[in-house]
């Protein structure tokens, strides 16, 4: 006598797990995923763990540019300035205050280098550096009265 499952998988082949210890010897023996033991296989009804809710798949949705996203924080640094000034003014709550600091500080920052990346991408950066390269040697050229 076998204490393996008699089942077959979905390819067809005999399954190879332990079939769950039954008090019947009628039923022919099975393993808990075939359907062994008092207890249902598979997932709860109504279980909606690997529900497709579509909420990261926006097809339709244009995609956002550095501007829009700058435009948005900008919008947001407002917001959180004018919490602060409301908190100190009319609840000086240290905790709440400490927490829109800091949310205004990392607001900031990612600001800043939203900012950055855009003047980077947009060729002004490079302008500014080139032209500050052009004037330095114009300089030193007069100055060592040389063509460089």
């Known amino acids: 006598m076998s204490d393996r499952c008699t089942a077959t998988t979905q390819t067809g082949k005999p399954c190879r797990a332990w079939a ?12 808990a995923a075939h359907g062994g033991g008092k207890s ?48 100190l003014r009319d609840d000086p709550n240290i905790d709440n205050l400490a927490r829109l600091f800091a949310l205004h500080g990392q607001n900031a920052s990612r600001l800043g280098r939203l900012l950055r990346d855009q003047r980077a991408l947009s060729g002004a950066a490079a302008d500014g550096i080139a032209g500050a390269i052009a004037q330095a040697l114009d300089e030193l050229s007069t100055e060592l009265g040389t063509e460089l």
């Open 20 to 31: 769950v210890v039954q008090l019947d010897s009628q039923n022919p023996p099975l393993c």
């Open 40 to 87: 249902p296989v598979g997932a709860p009804e109504g279980n909606k763990n690997a529900l497709k809710h579509g909420l990261f798949t926006h097809p339709d949705a244009p995609p956002l540019t550095i501007n829009a996203i700058i435009e948005d924080l900008a919008e947001k640094q407002t917001q959180l300035s004018s919490l602060i000034e409301e908190g």
